[in-house]
Each structure stands twice: as C-alpha cells, then as structure tokens.
C-alpha cells in the first residue's frame, strides 16, 4: 500500500460547552464532541488519533459502550442538535458509521449504551423534545425505537442504563427539571415505571450507575450542590416483612417488584448517603471504572464528581467507619472563566479529566513519588468557536490563530528529550479580548497585529517570558532568540486589566513582592488590589489552561486607529516594513486599503479602489506589489513606487483592476494568495471559480517593470464548492509546476498543481493531485489556509544529520488550515506521492 499524499499531522479542537460530551475508554481513548464532530483523543500519545464526521449539528452527548468484562470497546455513541443518534462501530481500528437512529423531534443532550443478549445494544437516550427513548440497535445494523416515556413540559438532563442485580433486566435512571430521580424497568418487553426517589431540590443534572458485589449505587447531583448515593438491592421473600418491626432505626426503603418470566423478584432502594462539598451546581458524577484483580472484577468505591465551582472533588468512603468523605480536591484557578461541566477517570484510576465552560479539558495525574498528590497534566486545547484566520511565523515554527471564541492562541512543536516525535500544543495565549477576532499579519518573529470586530488595530509583541518558553520548549536556542528580538527591552510578561482590554506589559521591576510587615498599612486601594496577575513561567512542558488564561498574554504595544467599521482583513510584506488593513465597508468611502509603518505605526496611505468589503489582501513575495480582492467581484493591484529622497516612505499607487466588464467571478472573490515567484497570483469565489492572473513579471529582465496588461492565464478551474480559501505552496514541484490548495465550503482541502507551460484549452494545464477524505476533512467552512514558509514538517527539521533523512524531510511540505468548525489542522504534504 503507497503512503497516503495527505498525512493529517495536528488537530486543535476542545470539547463541545455541553454536559455529558466526554466519554473516556477502557482502552485509554476520549471521546468527546467538539463541533460536529467526535474527536478521539489518546491521552498517552498526546495527540488526536480521529476524528468521526457523520453529525449535521453540534454534538452534545458521547458515550463509549462499556461492556461487563471490561474488554476494549467496539462501540461508540453520540447524540447531537441534529436530532440523531449515531452509533459508531470499531473494526481493524478503524471507525465507520454502524447505526444512525432518528426518531427525536430536538436536540439530543444524554445518551447511555448497555450490552445485551449477544450482540445487542441498548441505547437510552433524552432529548429537549421532552422524551426519553430507548433503542435497540443489533448486528445487522439496524435500529429500533422500544419505548418513548415523555415527561410532558419537563427535561430530563442525563441518563444512565445498568442491569438489575442478578438478572438480565435493563434498569433506566433519568435525573431531570422535576428535581426527583425516576427509575424504569423493561419487563416482558414493557418500559415500567418501577419508583421515583425524591430528596434533591434542584434541577438534576447527572445520574450514574455502578454494580457492586450483588447490588447497584447509584450517584445522582443536582444544582442543590448536592450530591446523592442511592443503594438498590434484591430483597428475599423473608426480608419483605420485617418492616413491621419498629424498634429498628433504619433507613426508609422504597421498593418495587419485577415480574420476569413469571418469575417475580422484589428490590429495595435506600439512601446511602449525601455528599456536601460543593459550593455552586454540580454538573457531572462518574464512578471510577471497575477492573480486574486476579480473576476477579473488582467495582472501587470511588465517586468523581465536577461542578461549576471550578473544583472536581473524589469521594471514598473511610476506612473502618464507612463514612463517605472527600479525599481529593483539584480545580482551576485565576481567570474570569465559569466551572466544569463535567468529569471521566481513566481506567486504572490514575487520572483524572474535567471539561470546562469554554470548552477546555483539564487533566490531573496521580504524582508517583507523594501519595494523595494530583498534578495537573498536559493535554489538547483549541478554539472553541469558529477559527478565523491564522499565520506560520516566518521562520515556520509556530502558528498563531485567531477566532470568534474571542482569543488569540500560539502553538508550536514540543520537542521532548527522549522521543522521536514532537507533538504540537498550544504554549501561550497572547491576546483574551472583549470582541470576536477577525483577522491577524505577523510582522516579524515575535510581533503582530490583530483586527476584531472593533475599528481599531492592536499591535502585541512578544515577552521575555515567552521567548525563554518557548526555547525550552522547541528545544531552540535561548541566546540566538533573544538576540533576534531586542532583548534589552523586552517586558517579563503582561496582565489585563480587571475591566479593561488592553494587555499592559509587566517589567522585572514590577515583580518585586512588597515587603509584607503585620504593621504596614495600604497607602491606596490600588495598593490592596493588585493590577499584575502575571507570575513568570519557567516552562519545561506546555502549560496548563489555568496558566494559559493568565500568565501567557503578550503585552500590546500599540494601537492603530483610522478605520470607520469593524476589522476585517490584514496582511504584511516579506520586508516587514507596511502592514495593510481593511475593515468591513458598504460603501466605497470605508471599502479603502489603509497602510501602515511597521517602524512607526503611522498611517502612510488611503489606497481607494473598491466599494464593498475588501475580504482579503496579499502583499507578493517580492513585496513589490499589493493584492486585493473583495466583495464587489473584483481584485486590485498596486505596485510600490521607487523609494525618493522626498518620500523615503513606502508609496504604493493603483496598477490595474478589474471592473464590471473585465471580472471573471461572478460572486464575491472570498481569497487570493501570490505564486512564490511574484510572478502569478490566484483567486478563489463563491462562484465555485478559482482563477491564476499574470503575468506580474517580464520574463528574463532584471527589471521590476509590470506587464501593460494582467489577464487569466489559466484555464478556469470549476472545483464544485463556493472556493472559501486559496493558497499557492512556496515550493515548487519537481516539473516546476505550481501546488494549490483551495479550501471548500463544505469542510474539504483540494489539491492541484498547474503548470503554466501546458496549453489551457480544455483544462490540460490543471491536474488534481489529492483531496482530504472525509476523516480529514473539516465539517464546515474552510476559512484559512497557509502553506509553512519553507520545507520540511515543522518539529523534525533541523534535528536530521543524515543526507539522506535531509533529503527526505525536504521532499515534504505542511499546510495549515482554519475552520469554521472550531478546529486548526495541519496537514503534511509528501511531494514525492503528487
């Protein structure tokens, strides 16, 4: 089997900001909904192994199908607001669609799987049409709906699904909006309402079952803060009447009989005990996995529980006495984040995982050497909402990203000491704003400039504390990246804030701490309270979430005013001296290009030309000239003027355009991007049209002298989709043909290489080279994509002496993508397959 020509190298997602999303495996894995789709991470590895693409709305529910032996799971489920259920099934470990199950009229927001006879599932699962239905799905791959229970106007938030103590009996709990727990049997092929348990006074928000030795537990938690423990067990006939005995204290039992075969049992459920530690609703409770000792199952006694308080607490009973008491406490700290939304164990126990309210998994880890001693782990991050643009630094080591989940993020390769492959993550969060990011330019190594939806531009430069991080972590040299950025001057850190938006820089002098005498008393408030919250990282792994909120912020140098609407669209020049910006404009007085000095900010030119949002700029890579395409269906193109001793400042004045007559697209142009020769550039549109103009050079003058006139001069490639994104790879092709990546907006890459020697009749001078499959693919629209300035896969070159390793690294290239569906991939390209 050849090697494929797309290697997916990276995925950047987090978690769906819903309860019950995260569903960890006996086999390591979590599973958890990010967008539209199910992500499967592998904790050990440190990276995303799949990503199953099958729901048309956002997942909200992922459960694995544990089985009783505690073998590996074959099964998934996942439930999500397009109203279906889809059960996935593992072969050859590979994941395919098995069972999609539709019958809900809303949003699916809890789902639980049980095994049944032979290869049966049964699925339960609740919805906000206000039903609970049971399915179950067989091996020949189809589903039926047993039962619907509907609860009138009520919710049910979560469901969980066990078997009766010694039988085969499937036994449904539902926690919901009526504060009570009700509890279903399925006998004689009915759907029976066996009990309601009252006691929490709030909403309730998770169930879970647990068997124990002959009997079930199961652990309820509400918004009350409280967290419940039921037990449920067999009665014999003789135990039924001794309730007539009042001398004893005991328990109130509430009790239900099964018939079964005309076989009829009698159960009994009771209290165990409340958990009070939590300080705010509790969202999630999970017990830990049972395993095998010997040859036998062992169920611990060990309840996780995760609530909007920002803490995950584990409960154990005590030794001797029996008492249920709090063992562990971990949380999050700092940030003006809200709680967790939910909790899962790893299988053997020693870890623990939480998901946030935006969307953040939070993992701790047994310490080794101090006994009861948790430490928070390394583990994925992402965007969570749609990623708008994103940019490699001109070196090719990192990515900065931004997105309408109001952050800009970094990440980059971690190179670790011992193992081959470096696996990326995000290492700083330099901007946490107020308004949605639109678009960002990297002006140099450590400095860039970032529109959201607000008039003005920010400029942010790097830290001290950020360039010392990240040598450690990319295994770089400290001193040489000082030195490339103005070492003497640099801030430690920055901090926000409490209401402001600016990140100010926080200088070594301001982390002296004050002296702290009994006696010494506040000269001011501000004293009391203080401003920094930055504390320097000395980072040797990526940081946790905590510190990504706080303590990796780049300090903003400056601001950039002149714009009438909200930012939409930046770039920058291969000199590093202009950056161009664009805002969103109906109108041709706004739909202006405005320049600015990247030495001193200051406006140098008002380029006007359009009259409807310009979407996207390209400065080319000679930096000699200015693209710009927009709304109106049209592109511009402006030359720099030849520097005079008068204007020593870089002018650009309008070269050519297309007009009404002269546009080729039909739609709005949505990308461009430049041929690395300067010498051709490409449009992509909504009319499904992408396009190559030039030329933009004479051949074989040295001159910089423009062509009187820039036509096609590709035949018009149709790629079936509204082409959202477009980008032309720097490396040429071994036959000196060009590679392009067009971005669709159904979620998929094409790639095409066209050669501009070969005739463009009939279409001979495109070839399709590869395409992302629908494992690779995203699942909505691509907005973003951005070749890696040279070649090679960034976190692997550089570390190669051989000839031949050198050889074969350079053959490949990486392409990084921005979506629409939370996610930032990347892609490594291997030119040799084309």
Same mark, same amino acid.
């Given at each position: 089997m050849e090697a494929p020509v797309i290697e997916t190298c990276h995925v950047a997602c987090c978690a769906n900001r819903t309860p019950n999303v995260v569903s960890w495996s006996r086999g390591g894995i979590i599973a958890y909904g990010t967008c539209n789709s199910v992500a499967l991470y592998d904790p050990q590895e440190r990276s995303v192994i799949a990503v199953l693409n099958g729901h048309t709305g956002r997942v909200n529910a992922v459960q694995w199908v544990h089985s009783e032996d505690c073998a590996l799971e074959s099964h998934l489920v996942s439930g999500g607001s397009d109203n279906q259920l889809i059960l996935w099934e593992v072969q050859n470990e590979k994941f395919s669609q098995s069972v999609v199950c539709k019958g809900h009229t809303g949003p699916i927001n809890a789902v639980d799987a049980i095994y049944m006879e032979g290869s049966e599932i049964l699925v339960a699962s609740s919805a906000s049409d206000s039903t609970v239905r049971l399915w179950l799905c067989s091996g020949n791959k189809k589903a039926e709906c047993l039962h619907i229970t509907s609860f009138d106007s009520g919710f049910m938030m979560d469901v969980s699904l066990s078997l009766l103590p010694g039988s *085969?009996?499937?036994? &449904?709990?539902?926690?919901?909006?009526?504060? *009570?727990?009700?509890?279903?049997?399925? @006998?004689?092929?009915?759907?029976?309402?066996? &009990?309601?348990?009252?006691?929490?006074?709030?909403?309730?928000?998770?169930?879970?079952?647990?068997?124990?030795?002959?009997?079930?537990? &199961?652990?309820?938690? %509400?918004?009350?803060?409280?967290?419940?423990?039921?037990?449920?067990?067999?009665? %014999?006939?003789? =135990?039924?009447?001794?309730?007539?005995?009042?001398?004893?204290?005991?328990?109130?039992?509430? #009790?239900?009989?099964?018939?079964?075969?005309?076989?009829? %049992?009698?159960f009994a459920v009771s209290l165990e005990t409340v958990l009070a530690g939590h300080e705010n609703w509790v969202y999630g409770v999970h017990w830990q996995p049972p395993f095998y000792k010997g040859d036998k199952l062992q169920q611990p006694l060990s309840l996780l529980s995760a609530s909007m308080d920002k803490t995950m607490i584990l409960w154990a009973p005590e030794e001797g006495s029996g008492v249920w008491v709090e063992q562990v406490r971990v949380g999050e700290v700092g940030g003006n984040t809200l709680g967790f939304y939910g909790c899962q164990m790893s299988p053997d126990g020693s870890m623990i995982l939480a998901h946030a309210f935006h969307g953040a998994l939070h993992l701790w880890s047994k310490d080794q050497e101090k006994e009861g001693d948790w430490r928070p782990g390394v583990v994925i991050s992402g965007h969570f909402s749609a990623v708008q643009d994103l940019s490699w630094d001109p070196e090719g080591e990192f990515i900065i990203s931004v997105g309408s989940d109001q952050t800009t993020r970094l990440f980059t390769p971690w190179r670790k000491q011992d193992v081959k492959l470096a696996t990326w993550h995000e290492i700083s969060r330099p901007?946490?704003?107020?308004? =949605?990011?639109?678009?960002?330019?990297? #002006?140099?190594?450590?400095?860039?400039?970032?529109?959201?939806?607000?008039?003005?531009? *920010?400029?942010?430069?790097?830290?001290?504390?950020? #360039?010392?991080?990240?040598?450690n972590i990319s295994g770089m040299s400290r001193e040489k990246l000082l030195t490339s950025s103005d070492s003497a001057n640099l801030p430690e850190g920055a901090s926000t804030p409490a209401l402001g938006l600016s990140n100010k820089a926080v200088f070594q002098g301001d982390l002296v701490p004050k002296t702290n005498k009994k006696e010494e008393q506040f000269s001011s408030v501000s004293d009391q309270y203080q401003e920094s919250y930055f504390h320097p990282l000395n980072m040797t792994e990526p940081p946790p979430e905590d510190h990504l909120l706080q303590n990796t912020l780049w300090p903003e140098v400056q601001k950039l005013y002149g714009h009438g609407f909200e930012m939409f669209s930046l770039a920058s020049d291969s000199a590093r001296t202009v950056v161009a910006s664009a805002c969103k404009a109906s109108k041709a007085e706004h739909a202006a290009v405005l320049l600015w000095s990247t030495t001193t900010w200051r406006q140098l030119q008002t380029l006007p030309c359009h009259t409807l949002t310009i979407t996207q700029m390209a400065f080319s890579p000679d930096a000699q000239l200015l693209l710009a395409v927009s709304r109106d269906r049209t592109w511009s193109l402006w030359r720099r003027n030849v520097p005079t001793p008068e204007s020593p400042e870089p002018q650009f004045s309008l070269h050519t355009h297309t007009g009404k007559d002269s546009a080729v697209h039909g739609r709005i142009i949505w990308s461009c991007d430049w041929s690395p020769d300067s010498k051709y550039f490409v449009t992509s549109s909504r009319d499904k049209k992408v396009i190559v103009w030039g030329p933009c050079k004479l051949e074989n003058t040295g001159e910089p002298v423009l062509p009187p006139e820039i036509k096609p001069c590709s035949s018009i490639l149709d790629v079936g989709d509204s082409a959202t994104a477009v980008a032309v790879c720097p490396v040429l092709c071994s036959d000196n043909s060009y590679l392009l990546a067009v971005g669709l907006e159904c979620g998929r890459i094409l790639l095409y290489r066209w050669s501009p020697s070969q005739e463009t009749l009939g279409g001979h001078d495109? @070839?399709?080279?590869?395409?992302? =499959?629908?494992?690779?693919?995203?699942?909505?629209?691509?907005?973003?994509?951005?070749?890696?300035?040279?070649?090679?896969?960034?976190?692997?070159?550089?570390?190669?002496?051989?000839? @031949? =390793?050198?050889?074969?690294?350079? %053959?490949? #290239?990486?392409?990084?993508?921005? @979506?629409?569906?939370?996610?930032?991939k990347i892609f490594s390209i291997n030119t040799r397959a084309l």
């Open positions: *085969r009996v499937p036994i &449904l709990a539902c926690g919901g909006d009526d504060s *009570r727990v009700h509890l279903y049997i399925q @006998s004689n092929g009915q759907l029976q309402k066996a &009990l309601s348990l009252q006691g929490h006074e709030d909403w309730i928000r998770g169930v879970a079952w647990a068997s124990i030795g002959g009997e079930l537990l &199961l652990a309820s938690c %509400s918004q009350d803060c409280l967290i419940r423990v039921w037990r449920l067990c067999a009665k %014999s006939g003789t =135990d039924t009447h001794a309730e007539d005995d009042h001398t004893i204290i005991k328990m109130k039992e509430d #009790v239900f009989e099964v018939k079964e075969r005309d076989i009829s %049992s009698v901007q946490i704003h107020g308004f =949605d990011m639109q678009c960002l330019a990297m #002006v140099g190594r450590f400095q860039y400039v970032s529109g959201a939806d607000e008039k003005v531009l *920010r400029v942010f430069q790097a830290p001290r504390n950020f #360039v010392e991080n990240f040598a495109w @070839s399709s080279c590869a395409q992302t =499959d629908i494992l690779q693919s995203h699942t909505l629209t691509v907005k973003r994509l951005c070749w890696r300035p040279r070649p090679g896969r960034a976190g692997r070159d550089g570390q190669t002496d051989e000839e @031949s =390793d050198f050889k074969e690294e350079s %053959s490949w #290239v990486q392409l990084a993508s921005a @979506s629409a569906d939370h996610s930032v």
